[in-house]
T-cell receptor, first 119, second 112 residues
């Protein structure tokens, strides 16, 4: 099944600086890569996603890049603000038609990155 | 806005009890998911359902079962709760397979 590795586990940056979180995946059939943000006491919420036919996607201060050859994708947050402090999860998904059943391959999440914005 | 609700925010049960965790979504989504979240392990998929009465195992189905009798409701069942099932349980739904999943607020289950 799919395996997603996420680094770093904790990231502390000064307010206004940029933050980068990196993920790698193992299954070359994966074609959907979302990023979720989880604030304390809440469920994760999608902040940006990218599909395998796109190399980069931006939404204001957030961008995601995808390298399918190397099987890695990254989240970039620029001009960080205190409200960016949260746990961030990357994930990878294979198409349902390729799902073989009996195990892992729905949406596989990384273990998360605790982003701390220092004032 | 899509809303995913879970029956309890906090739950305390005894070892051996049968536990039901309920999840309801209000946006007519086809797919529903149950995850557990543990420190340092991220989110791990327990079961998912892509249609009423249909279910598929995820990464860690052992000790759990699910039920989806109606499209909007997906239940997670712990047949005989054990202490290693103490965790945060998150329910999610999505309209199509590889699209945004909307999460509920989670149920923190403690098994004593």
């Amino acid at each position: 099944g799919e395996n997603v590795e996420q680094h770093p586990s904790t990231l502390s940056v000064q307010e206004g600086d940029s933050a980068v979180i990196k993920c790698t995946y193992s299954d070359s059939a994966s074609n959907y890569f979302p990023w979720y943000k989880q604030e304390l006491g809440k469920g994760p919420q999608l902040i940006i996603d990218i599909r395998s036919n796109v190399g980069e996607k931006k939404d204001q201060r957030i961008a995601v890049t995808l390298n399918k050859t190397a099987k890695h994708f990254s989240l970039h947050i620029t001009e960080t603000q205190p409200e960016d402090s949260a746990v961030y999860f990357c994930a990878a998904s294979i198409p349902l038609i390729m799902y073989s059943g009996g195990g892992a391959d729905g949406l596989t999440f990384g273990k998360g990155t605790h982003l701390i914005i220092q004032p | 806005d899509v809303k995913v609700t879970q029956s309890s925010r906090y739950l305390v049960k005894r070892t051996g009890e049968k536990v039901f965790l309920e999840c309801v979504q209000d946006m007519d989504h086809e797919n529903m998911f149950w995850y557990r979240q543990d420190p340092g392990l991220g989110l791990r998929l327990i079961y998912f359902s892509y249609d009423v009465k249909m279910k598929e195992k995820g990464d860690i189905p052992e000790g759990y079962s699910v039920s989806r009798e109606k499209k909007e409701r997906f239940s997670l069942i712990l047949e005989s709760a054990s202490t290693n099932q103490t965790s945060m349980y998150l329910c999610a739904s999505s309209l199509v397979w590889y699209n945004e999943q909307f999460f509920g607020p989670g149920t923190r289950l403690t098994v004593l």
